[in-house]
């Protein structure tokens, strides 16, 4: 089944790394994603991780999947007030085309 | 258009109208997704076209729901005799791998 959990809150001062995690139940997911959505506004991809890969950066962003565990995470390293903000993990199957599902999202308070 | 737009951004209605909500997706993407997003909750997924043909709609909840895309760019998102329950923001994607999402149009059902 397709099932994807996400705690609700963090809040991290300015400056600290911010660690973000997701659980999901699917072991056939292909790729996993996370997306940003600030308020108001439509979701925007952060990064994504083949399900092949263990790791991933992209400047200020590193994916860690554990697919062992079924368990995936987002740090954001030097967190800017910018970076406040709702987190989705999100999941596809290799189904040919991608269906995405979503985790409840991480809303993220970063503070001076 | 260089991104995802959906019009209009806000729609007020009164249960039991009929409302249509429009995708337009960027240039040359070929697949097109709807999903919904409650209050509160991850976007949940409606129906994805392959070119303007409807590849899966199972994520419509039931059959006042319906969507069409008749040239292959532009969709629209249909429902009829309105609910309450249906108040959400339905956001639109076009994509590859990458799905990129419009802004979303606010649905409030009064």
């Known amino acids: 089944g397709e099932d994807v959990e996400q705690s609700l809150f963090l809040s991290v001062r300015e400056g600290d790394s911010s660690v973000i995690n997701c659980t999901y139940t699917?072991?056939?997911?292909?790729?996993l994603y996370w997306y940003k959505q600030e308020p108001g506004a439509g979701l925007q991809l952060l990064t994504y991780?083949?399900?092949?890969?263990d790791m991933k950066q992209d400047q200020r962003l590193t994916v860690l999947l554990n697919k062992k565990d079924k368990h995936l995470s987002l740090r954001i390293a030097d967190t800017q007030t910018g970076d406040s903000a709702i987190y989705f993990c999100?999941?596809?199957?290799?189904?040919?085309?991608?269906?995405?599902?979503f985790g409840t999202g991480t809303r993220l308070l970063v503070s001076p | 258009g260089a991104g995802v737009s959906q019009t209009p951004s806000n729609k007020v209605t009164e249960k039991g109208k009929y409302v249509e909500l429009r995708c337009d997706p960027i240039?040359?993407?070929?697949?097109l997704y709807w999903y919904r997003q409650s209050l509160g909750q991850g976007p949940e997924f409606l129906i994805y076209?392959?070119?303007?043909?409807?590849?899966?709609d199972s994520g419509l909840p039931n059959d006042r729901f319906f969507a069409v895309r008749p040239e292959g760019s532009v969709s629209t998102l249909k429902i009829q005799r309105t609910e309450r329950g249906d108040s959400a923001v339905y956001l639109c994607?076009?994509?590859?791998?990458?799905?990129?999402f419009g802004p979303g149009t606010r649905l409030t059902v009064t």
């Open positions: 999100a999941e596809t199957y290799n189904t040919g085309f991608q269906k995405l599902v």
């Open positions: 699917d072991s056939s997911s292909t790729y």
């Open positions: 991780i083949f399900s092949n890969m």
């Open positions: 240039s040359g993407h070929t697949a």
């Open positions: 076209f392959q070119g303007t043909g409807a590849a899966d």
């Open positions: 994607a076009g994509s590859g791998r990458e799905q990129y």
